[in-house]
Nanobody, 125 residues
Framework: QAQLVESGGGSAQAGGSLRLSCTYS????????MAWFRQSPSQEREAVAT????????FYADSVKGRFTISRDNAKKTAYLQMDSLKPEDTAVYFC??????????????????WGQGTQVTVSS
Protein backbone atom coordinates (compact mmCIF):
# COMPACT_ATOMS: atom_id res chain seq x y z
CA GLN A 1 0.00 0.00 0.00
CA ALA A 2 0.97 3.63 -0.28
CA GLN A 3 3.32 4.91 2.38
CA LEU A 4 4.61 8.37 3.23
CA VAL A 5 7.16 8.92 5.98
CA GLU A 6 8.09 12.37 7.26
CA SER A 7 11.32 13.24 8.98
CA GLY A 8 13.27 16.31 10.03
CA GLY A 9 10.89 17.76 12.57
CA GLY A 10 12.04 19.02 15.91
CA SER A 11 12.65 22.23 17.79
CA ALA A 12 14.09 25.49 16.55
CA GLN A 13 14.44 29.02 17.76
CA ALA A 14 12.59 31.87 16.12
CA GLY A 15 14.53 32.93 13.07
CA GLY A 16 16.04 29.50 12.66
CA SER A 17 15.57 26.83 10.02
CA LEU A 18 14.40 23.26 9.65
CA ARG A 19 14.17 20.98 6.65
CA LEU A 20 11.42 18.38 6.48
CA SER A 21 11.59 15.35 4.23
CA CYS A 22 8.84 13.05 3.02
CA THR A 23 9.77 9.77 1.40
CA TYR A 24 6.92 8.03 -0.36
CA SER A 25 6.31 4.69 -2.04
CA UNK A 26 3.61 2.68 -3.77
CA UNK A 27 1.55 5.67 -4.84
CA UNK A 28 -0.45 4.60 -7.91
CA UNK A 29 0.16 6.05 -11.35
CA UNK A 30 3.37 7.92 -10.80
CA UNK A 31 4.45 10.65 -8.46
CA UNK A 32 1.46 12.96 -8.61
CA UNK A 33 0.92 16.00 -6.44
CA MET A 34 2.84 16.47 -3.23
CA ALA A 35 1.81 18.80 -0.46
CA TRP A 36 2.62 19.84 3.06
CA PHE A 37 -0.10 20.59 5.57
CA ARG A 38 0.09 21.60 9.19
CA GLN A 39 -2.20 21.52 12.17
CA SER A 40 -1.89 23.01 15.64
CA PRO A 41 -4.24 22.27 18.56
CA SER A 42 -6.02 25.58 18.10
CA GLN A 43 -6.17 25.59 14.31
CA GLU A 44 -7.70 23.48 11.59
CA ARG A 45 -5.46 21.70 9.15
CA GLU A 46 -4.15 24.07 6.52
CA ALA A 47 -2.12 23.71 3.36
CA VAL A 48 1.39 25.07 3.64
CA ALA A 49 2.68 24.31 0.15
CA THR A 50 1.99 22.12 -2.86
CA UNK A 51 4.04 21.15 -5.89
CA UNK A 52 3.17 19.56 -9.22
CA UNK A 53 4.89 16.38 -10.48
CA UNK A 54 7.56 18.19 -12.50
CA UNK A 55 7.85 21.12 -10.08
CA UNK A 56 6.51 23.52 -12.68
CA UNK A 57 3.93 25.02 -10.33
CA UNK A 58 4.00 25.60 -6.60
CA PHE A 59 1.57 27.00 -4.09
CA TYR A 60 2.38 28.62 -0.77
CA ALA A 61 0.15 29.81 1.99
CA ASP A 62 0.40 33.55 2.47
CA SER A 63 1.69 33.00 5.97
CA VAL A 64 4.82 31.21 4.73
CA LYS A 65 5.58 32.91 1.42
CA GLY A 66 9.17 33.99 1.22
CA ARG A 67 10.15 31.78 4.15
CA PHE A 68 9.31 28.21 3.12
CA THR A 69 10.28 26.35 -0.03
CA ILE A 70 8.77 23.11 -1.29
CA SER A 71 10.79 20.89 -3.58
CA ARG A 72 10.94 17.29 -4.70
CA ASP A 73 13.34 14.72 -6.06
CA ASN A 74 11.32 12.26 -8.08
CA ALA A 75 14.24 9.87 -8.50
CA LYS A 76 14.43 9.59 -4.72
CA LYS A 77 10.66 9.69 -4.31
CA THR A 78 11.10 12.40 -1.75
CA ALA A 79 9.50 15.78 -1.15
CA TYR A 80 11.04 18.48 1.00
CA LEU A 81 9.95 21.53 2.91
CA GLN A 82 12.72 23.97 3.68
CA MET A 83 11.58 26.26 6.47
CA ASP A 84 13.57 29.42 7.08
CA SER A 85 12.95 32.44 9.30
CA LEU A 86 10.78 30.32 11.55
CA LYS A 87 8.22 31.97 13.79
CA PRO A 88 6.52 30.66 16.92
CA GLU A 89 3.24 30.55 15.01
CA ASP A 90 4.79 27.93 12.72
CA THR A 91 4.56 25.48 15.61
CA ALA A 92 2.37 22.59 14.48
CA VAL A 93 2.32 19.01 13.37
CA TYR A 94 3.36 18.93 9.73
CA PHE A 95 1.90 16.33 7.41
CA CYS A 96 3.05 15.21 4.01
CA UNK A 97 0.30 14.35 1.54
CA UNK A 98 0.08 12.95 -1.97
CA UNK A 99 -2.52 12.63 -4.69
CA UNK A 100 -2.61 11.31 -8.22
CA UNK A 101 -1.96 13.96 -10.81
CA UNK A 102 -4.89 15.54 -12.60
CA UNK A 103 -4.38 19.13 -13.74
CA UNK A 104 -3.50 20.97 -10.55
CA UNK A 105 -2.45 20.38 -6.96
CA UNK A 106 -5.09 21.94 -4.78
CA UNK A 107 -4.27 23.35 -1.33
CA UNK A 108 -7.24 21.53 0.21
CA UNK A 109 -6.91 18.54 2.50
CA UNK A 110 -9.86 16.71 0.94
CA UNK A 111 -8.01 16.65 -2.38
CA UNK A 112 -5.35 14.29 -1.05
CA UNK A 113 -5.72 10.57 -0.60
CA UNK A 114 -2.38 9.60 0.92
CA TRP A 115 -0.98 10.97 4.15
CA GLY A 116 2.04 10.59 6.34
CA GLN A 117 1.88 10.25 10.10
CA GLY A 118 3.02 13.80 10.80
CA THR A 119 6.08 15.30 12.41
CA GLN A 120 6.13 17.87 15.19
CA VAL A 121 7.73 21.25 14.63
CA THR A 122 8.14 23.51 17.65
CA VAL A 123 9.46 27.05 17.34
CA SER A 124 10.39 28.93 20.49
CA SER A 125 10.73 32.66 20.85
Amino acid sequence: QAQLVESGGGSAQAGGSLRLSCTYSNIPHGHGCMAWFRQSPSQEREAVATVTPSSVTTFYADSVKGRFTISRDNAKKTAYLQMDSLKPEDTAVYFCAAEMWRSSCQPISSAYSYWGQGTQVTVSS
